[in-house]
């Protein structure tokens, strides 16, 4: 099973500042992976695909990067609605999660 | 637009049996990947299991040979039998999309299972 981990677990920040979250995957997992945003209650929305795709709707200052076993989402001006947790989920082999970073307001 | 409805969620003993539904609009479950995923109070997120658009179907490790997904094209729903419950199992179960095997587009709004005596 591959094995995705999510740095860091919390992520305190202000509204308009940059955010940069981190997933490191066990075993490459090529460019297969995603990133999904859950506020609570809610279930999970899909933001990012294929490492670097934005999906539908998703506002550009959502960005991906990275293959192999590091990957990066980025968030290049925090906007209130962004705080929430952030989850990457691989498909090289089955489908895993990681286990979500907290964006919260400092 | 696309629509998930999940149904079929509640308390239920160790060791019983419950069925969860997902009823879709906007498109056709048989041409898309169609999943469960559950999450347990305050944790991640788990992949349970898939049916694929040519009929193939896969579980997660921690659920095979206890669940049993199907789909019934007739009414465009997903179907998941959870039998051998146990109190890890509690959950929201939620049912997803895949527009290909590899990713969840879209999901329903979970229904809750809990297992406890």
């Known amino acids: 099973e591959i094995v995705l981990t999510q740095s860091p677990a919390t992520l305190s920040l202000s509204p308009g500042e940059r955010a940069t979250l981190s997933c490191r995957a066990s075993q490459s997992v090529s460019s297969y992976l995603a990133w999904y945003q859950q506020k609570p209650g809610q279930a999970p929305r899909l933001l990012i695909s294929?490492?670097?795709n934005r999906a539908t709707g998703i506002p550009a200052r959502f960005s991906g990067s990275g293959s192999g076993t590091d990957f990066t989402l980025t968030i290049s001006s925090l906007e209130p609605e962004d705080f929430a947790v952030y989850y990457c989920q691989q498909r090289g082999s089955w489908y895993t999660f990681g286990q979500g970073t907290k964006l919260d307001i400092k | 637009e696309v629509h998930l409805v999940e149904t079929g969620g509640g308390l239920i003993q160790p060791g019983g049996s419950l069925r969860l539904s997902c009823a879709a609009s906007g498109f056709t479950v048989s041409s898309s990947y169609m999943s469960w995923v559950r999450q347990a109070p305050g944790k991640g997120l788990e992949w349970v299991s898939v049916f694929y658009i040519g009929g193939s179907i896969y579980y997660a490790d921690s659920v095979k040979g206890r669940f049993t997904i199907s789909r019934d094209d007739s009414k465009n729903t997903l179907h998941l039998q959870m039998d051998s419950l146990r109190a890890e199992d509690t959950a929201v179960y939620y049912c997803?999309?895949?527009?290909?095997?590899?990713?969840?587009?879209?999901w329903g709004q979970g229904t809750l299972v809990t297992v406890s005596s």
């Open positions: 294929d490492a670097s």
């Open positions: 997803a999309r895949g527009v290909t095997r590899y990713y969840f587009e879209n």
